[in-house]
């Protein structure tokens, strides 16, 4: 029953990991998809949309570093894991849940947003600072997902 | 901002305007007077501009077939300074340069031309291909007693069929295709509209464009002629390179050229009688003294400087000390002050370093931060605008170090790690106040308070505004039973994560409750009747708490993303230090070290400076700015690749 535990926690890293992930490679890709039309037209605004594109790619950080955070924890990435009962396990795999959640649907939200912003650098290049702070906006919630997530890890009694 | 009109004689216009264009201090408005005459510049300015783009096109041209390419670091260097006089001298030779320009322009004209010449030779050459097989010529029509048929039939005609419907006919296929047969066909003379008439409706059409060559001559006289047209692409392309070295020049013509479309922009705002003109114009109050005497002194002038009117479009020029001035971009990004605004640069400068480091917080990019904007402060010669957010990144580098140096994380825990791995040693933490992974809580509860600060700042502005307009009971309502609120609820708040002294949280209670019956009595006191007025109150304090809560919570982003980025380092020294071979460790720890810190400083550099934008904007701005000012637009240089030198004693 106890590897059972071990098992579930390592569910929730992967879970951080693999759905921010998606998200944000979805996102990465929409933004890409608008941002290789402007650049076909003048290459010069290549700069400007490479930082749009770069903007949902943080959810996949956020997933990432949740993860590490998780297995560290839970000792697996320092060689000898942790012994851990049935609920603690289903504990740390909820901690996966807000970042792993809120990073995909957030990463692709952000990732349209910010491929609208192309449409800003590509009409108004001097403008592009609104078309970031917009698709900025979306990341907030990824960022108090990310919170919540470091929070569960670091307040669950070993 | 000061009105400025100038009074001076037609004949020294222009040199006025390019006096003043060098300055690029005035803003030149259009004269609405009607008793004076207007020039009209209009067809001036597009040509200048017309010759423009095409001077640029050909610069693109040169630089694409030359192959050097206008780097990210020509952009540190500044522009190329002039002297007025080596301008004038300079400005001589336009025509020239203007000459080669156009030369460029026809040699890539004959290249296309070209090009698309050998494109439809090329698709020629290969339909000739499917022919080399008939050795007779292409327009061939058969001999005295026979008829000649040539061309093709859709794949999958059976041709024994053919033979046997027919007698006397001879078929040669030419070559099978996918999609159809080349065909020959010979018939005698009496037969030909009877066999012309069957191949027709097997569906034969006949070859067109026909030659009386063969179909192998035909394709060595295309290969020659592309050939040629590649030697004569090539020759043009050598006379295009050798206009290498001249890209300064094509620069040079590029900006003349600007600049005198800017001039006679603003020539053709000028009010004119048959000997004298005025401009009027704005000008900054600092600069108006130096200007007036200036122009005093060279030419027969009269100025007089007025305060500008109320309903007066005045631009904004935002003018701030050497702290807050290279925040001043993130201003013009969001709007510039609108009439009655206070000007939010000096405001949130402090805190837009202070968040800055915070959200970036490590000691080791910090430093690389500042020794790169000192390196490109010193070493190369940024333009203002540029050197304005280098000096904003130094600032903003210092803070990083700061927090960096209080969490202890250079470069994540690159410290520990090799200390532990190579030399045996724990050495346990840096941080000079803590960790923030061993207590998140507790930077979590500071990131909200440095937040109540930010928030409150912003009230206080809108509290000073108001009182100075005069609005002294908005300025009290509005702002006091806010911060009573929000200090009595924090504590309170702060409860539910840390044990908060009983004293402060009952203190607590009682000034919220002030706080909050101040604001359901003010908040609805611009409606008329009493109930109204009440639930006004009740909307009022739903939107404060539901307002400030978010807005409060919203500063997690300072704690959330500074931990991201020392996570992420230490993942990176994680990932390097994990061979057990010391060799191999060696190698892979520095080869992951200086590729993926420069990454991870580069997404979380981006991260910091956009979190920090809409900190300032979403949280502090709403509090007190409206913006939506218009900005001031001299008549300046407003150059690409020069600039000019200006000897203040000169003359």
Redesign the interface.
Same mark, same amino acid.
């Given at each position: 029953m106890n590897s059972l535990g071990l098992a579930l926690a390592i569910l929730g890293a992967a879970l951080a990991a693999l759905l921010a992930g998606i998200g944000s490679a979805k996102g990465v890709g929409l933004v890409g998809e608008a941002a290789a039309g402007v650049v076909s037209v003048d290459p010069t605004k290549f700069s400007k949309v490479l930082i749009l594109q770069l903007l949902p790619g943080t959810q996949g950080l956020y997933g990432l570093l949740i993860a590490v955070l998780l297995l560290s924890r839970i000792g697996v990435l320092g060689g000898g894991a942790l012994e851990l009962t049935l609920s603690q396990g289903l504990m740390f795999l909820a901690s996966g849940l807000p970042i792993g959640v809120v990073g995909l649907l957030s990463g692709i939200a952000q990732g349209r947003a910010a491929a609208a912003g192309v449409g800003i650098v590509a009409k108004k290049p001097e403008q592009n600072g609104k078309g970031i702070i917009m698709a900025a906006m979306v990341e907030t919630y990824a960022i108090l997902a990310l919170l919540i997530s470091i929070l569960i890890i670091y307040n669950i009694a070993l | 901002m000061q009105r400025i009109e100038i009074v001076a004689l037609l004949s020294d216009s222009k040199k006025i305007m390019e006096r003043l264009q060098r300055r690029g201090i005035v803003e030149v408005s259009d004269c609405t007077e009607e008793e004076f005459v207007k020039l009209n510049t209009a067809a001036s300015i597009q040509t200048f501009e017309q010759a423009r783009a095409k001077v640029e096109k050909a610069l693109e041209i040169l630089r694409d077939v030359t192959g050097d390419k206008a780097s990210?670091l020509a952009s540190l260097k500044g522009k190329r300074e002039y002297i007025p006089d080596d301008f004038g001298k300079k400005a001589a030779g336009v025509d020239r340069a203007l000459q080669k320009a156009y030369d460029i322009l026809d040699d890539q004209k004959r290249i296309a031309d070209c090009k698309s010449r050998i494109a439809k030779l090329t698709v020629l050459r290969d339909s000739l291909a499917a022919w080399t097989a008939l050795d007779v010529p292409m327009n061939c029509k058969g001999t005295s007693r026979t008829n000649a048929l040539i061309g093709s039939l859709p794949a999958g005609t059976d041709l024994e069929k053919l033979r046997e419907q027919t007698e006397d006919v001879y078929i040669e296929v030419v070559r099978k295709m996918k999609t159809q047969t080349n065909v020959f066909v010979l018939c005698r003379k009496e037969k030909e509209q009877e066999t012309y008439d069957l191949l027709r409706r097997n569906g034969f059409s006949a070859l067109s464009g026909t030659t009386g060559k063969t179909a192998t001559e035909r394709i060595g006289e295309i290969e020659k002629e592309i050939a040629d047209l590649g030697g004569a692409i090539d020759d043009r392309l050598a006379d295009i390179r050798d206009h290498d070295g001249m890209q300064k020049d094509l620069e040079f013509v590029i900006d003349y050229l600007g600049m005198r479309a800017d001039k006679y922009k603003a020539l053709g705002k000028l009010g004119m009688t048959r000997e004298t003109f005025v401009l009027t114009g704005y000008i900054p109050k600092k600069y108006a003294p130096a200007l007036v005497r200036e122009l005093d002194r060279k030419y027969r002038v009269a100025i007089s400087l007025f305060a500008p009117e109320a309903d007066d479009d005045v631009p904004v020029l935002l003018e701030n000390n050497g702290f807050s001035a290279p925040v001043e971009g993130i201003t013009e990004?969001y709007a510039l002050p609108a009439k009655g605004d206070v000007d939010p640069t000096p405001v949130m400068a402090f805190f837009y370093y202070l968040f800055f480091g915070m959200m970036l917080s490590d000691a080791g990019y910090g430093v690389l931060m500042v020794l790169f904007t000192s390196l490109v402060l010193r070493k190369g010669k940024p333009e203002p605008k540029m050197r304005k957010t280098m000096k904003m990144f130094l600032y903003c580098g210092i803070s990083t170090v700061f927090w960096g140096a209080l969490f202890g994380s250079w470069f994540g825990d690159a410290v520990q790690v090799i200390a532990r791995d190579w030399f045996g040693r724990e050495i346990g933490s840096l941080a000079l106040w803590f960790e923030p @992974?061993d207590d998140?809580?507790r930077l979590?509860l500071f990131s909200f308070g440095l937040g109540i600060c930010h928030l409150f700042l912003g009230l206080s502005v809108n509290f000073y505004k108001l009182w100075k307009a005069g609005q002294k009971l908005d300025a009290v309502c509005d702002v006091i039973p806010v911060m009573l609120t929000v200090l009595g609820v924090a504590p309170m708040a702060a409860g539910i994560l840390v044990t908060v002294p009983p004293v402060v949280a009952s203190v607590g209670k009682y000034v919220a409750m002030i706080g909050v019956i101040l604001v359901v009595l003010t908040a609805g006191r611009s409606s008329k009747s009493i109930p109204m007025r009440f639930f006004g109150g009740i909307y009022g304090l739903y939107n404060i708490a539901t307002g400030y809560l978010s807005d409060i919570?919203?500063y997690?982003?300072l704690?959330?993303?500074g931990?991201?980025t020392g996570?992420?380092a230490s993942?990176i020294n @994680?990932i390097g230090a994990m061979p057990q071979n010391m060799v191999v460790k060696t190698v892979l720890f520095i080869l992951v070290f200086l590729v993926a810190h420069p990454a991870n400083i580069a997404?979380n550099l981006?991260?910091a400076y956009?979190?920090t934008?809409?900190l300032q904007?979403?949280e502090l701005f709403s509090k007190f700015y409206e913006g939506g000012g218009r900005a001031f637009e001299p008549l300046e240089v407003n150059t690409k690749y020069i600039k000019f030198r200006e000897e203040q004693n000169n003359e």
């Open positions: - | 990210l990004m @992974l998140p809580i979590l919570l919203s997690s982003r704690l959330a993303l931990l991201a996570c992420i993942v @994680l997404i981006l991260g956009v979190h934008d809409r904007f979403v």
